[in-house]
Nanobody, 113 residues
Framework: QVQLVESGGGLVQAGGSLRLSCAAS????????MDWYRQAPGKQREMVAS???????TYADSVKGRFTISRDNAKKMLYLEMNSLKPEDTAVYYC???????WGKGTLVTVSS
């Protein structure tokens, strides 16, 4: 069974950092488009960062310069390094494998002011 499992969320003060991880299992390779999305309470899910099969990255304007997406193909892991966190970054964060339209269950990030 193919699945994605996020971890690393938690409570952090504004200005702090967190590193989210997404572990893929049941799949031979994750060398495909992968994304991090987030959904804040009462808001629509939005894309935060993407990485292509070749490793090119894109970011939402709201996180550019603060977040970094990366992937370890051998370990089948996707990461999101989040720095200078703001209260508006509070959300459930999901990883997404585009080729299968596969989603994890999410990990909650709460940033206190």
């Amino acid at each position: 069974q193919v699945q994605l499992v996020e971890s690393g969320g938690g409570l952090v003060q504004a200005g702090g950092s967190l590193r989210l991880s997404c572990a893929a299992s049941g799949i031979i390779s994750i060398i495909n488009f992968m994304d991090w999305y987030r959904q804040a309470p009462g808001k629509q899910r939005e894309m935060v960062a993407s990485i292509t099969s070749g490793g090119a990255t894109t970011y939402a304007d709201s996180v550019k310069g603060r977040f970094t997406i990366s992937r370890d193909n051998a370990k089948k892991m996707l990461y999101l390094e989040m720095n200078s966190l703001k209260p508006e970054d509070t959300a459930v964060y999901y990883c997404h494998l585009r080729i299968r339209d596969l989603w994890g269950k999410g990990t909650l990030v709460t940033v206190s002011s």
